[in-house]
């Protein structure tokens, strides 16, 4: 069984926005990450991957 975390946080990657580069705040909750951007108003999921350099975000191709 697997343990779901109902617990909001909520994080701020630095040039993170991919139309607008300001940085973007992104809260994670049980169901995912949500992003907005306050600069441009992008609005997305980012993905977000754990690796051995850290965090790795890349978003869907329709960020593109």
């Known amino acids: 069984m697997s343990e ?3 617990e909001t946080r909520e994080y701020t990657i630095p040039e993170g926005c991919p139309v607008c580069e300001a940085d973007l705040p992104v ?3 049980a169901t995912g990450p ?3 951007c306050r ?3 992008w609005m997305g999921r980012p993905f977000i991957t754990v690796t051995h350099q850290g965090l790795r ?3 869907g191709s329709a960020a593109a």
């Open 34 to 36: 949500n992003a907005v």
């Open 27 to 29: 809260r994670v909750t």
């Open 57 to 59: 975000v890349s978003y």
């Open 4 to 6: 779901v975390h109902s």
């Open 39 to 41: 600069h441009c108003g």
